[in-house]
């Protein structure tokens, strides 16, 4: 697939995306692209369609209506497992680690899973190599080298959402989907994601779904504030955070109240 002047377009392309759940439309019409190198943000009230959206996209919802390409190609009809081969990753709210194991031997089957020979890796001593370097070089993208060995049921929840993570960035995707990363980390957790995320290579797309504005004001050259399932504003951070619209739709009645409060004439 090639756009007008014959090239075929990099990053994510989203048109006219669309998912009903019987008489609800919790997606409505979205389209959003969203260039190699993106980091862009997903906000929205409760139930605005966000985690549904990065559903359509990772191909584990399927969309009545529009189209998924990704570097040209054609993944509307594509499940997830393809998806992921292709280059979509996801990270979820709830970590998919394997808790009976360690940390170290969740990265390495990640990386077994994403291993373009992984039918054979297990004969191939070469190849568990390769598998077992690739992990260490995760273990300490993410900060979780001292726990190497540890079972992952022994992690915190923040670690948990960093070895995901972890497991996520193993396969080199192109789209990254990240789900509330800062849900429930600690402040030393969230400082260890944000410096994760400001060192992924130029040509990892993050498309991120957070209600922590202050995380998206750092995170995120570009916002789409989704209310309703439609794509209400998709404008640079500091535009979309402060536009009238967002304001309201998003944090509602709490910001309305604020401003309407009288100014404080005191000294202090
Ligand atoms: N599998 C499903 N079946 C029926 N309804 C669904 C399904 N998935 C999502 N919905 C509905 O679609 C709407 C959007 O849900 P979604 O989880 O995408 O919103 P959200 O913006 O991610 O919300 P939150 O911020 O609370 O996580 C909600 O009304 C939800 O109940």
Same mark, same amino acid.
């Given at each position: ?188 957790? *969230? +400082?260890?994601?944000? /410096? =994760?995320?400001?060192? !992924?290579? #130029?040509? %990892?797309? &993050? $498309?991120? *779904? +957070?209600?922590?504005? /202050? =995380?998206?004001?750092? !995170?995120? #050259?570009? %916002?789409? &504030? $989704? ?42």
């Amino acid at each position: 697939m090639t756009d007008d002047s014959g090239l075929v377009p990099s990053g994510l392309a989203l048109s006219g995306l669309t998912r009903r759940y019987g008489s609800l439309t919790a997606v409505d019409g979205v389209s959003l692209d969203l260039a190699t190198g993106a980091r862009h943000a997903v906000i929205g009230p409760n139930g605005a369609g966000k985690s549904t959206l990065l559903n359509l996209i990772a191909g584990t919802a399927r969309a009545q209506r529009g189209r998924v390409v990704l570097d040209g190609r054609d993944l509307t009809r594509a499940g997830p497992a393809r998806r992921g081969r292709l280059g979509i990753a996801r990270s979820f709210q709830q970590p998919s680690v394997i808790a009976d194991l360690t940390v170290r031997e969740n990265l390495v089957m990640a990386v077994w899973r994403h291993h373009p020979r992984r039918r054979g890796a297990w004969r191939s001593p070469g190849r568990y190599r390769e598998c077992a370097a690739e992990a260490e070089r995760q273990l300490e993208a993410v900060g979780l080298r001292d726990l190497a060995s540890a079972p992952a049921s022994a992690l915190s929840h923040g670690q948990r959402r960093l070895l995901d993570l972890g497991a996520a960035l193993v396969a080199r995707p192109r789209v990254l989907l990240l789900d509330e990363p800062a849900a429930g980390l600690t402040d030393e957790d *969230v +400082e260890r994601f944000v /410096e =994760l995320l400001g060192g !992924l290579p #130029d040509e %990892v797309a &993050v $498309l991120l *779904v +957070e209600h922590n504005t /202050e =995380l998206v004001a750092r !995170l995120a #050259d570009t %916002v789409t &504030v $989704l209310v309703e399932g439609r794509a209400l504003v998709t404008a640079p951070t500091g535009e979309a955070l402060s536009h009238p619209a967002v304001r309201e739709a998003y944090l509602g009645t709490a910001a309305a109240e604020e401003d309407d409060e009288p100014c404080s004439n005191s000294a202090d």
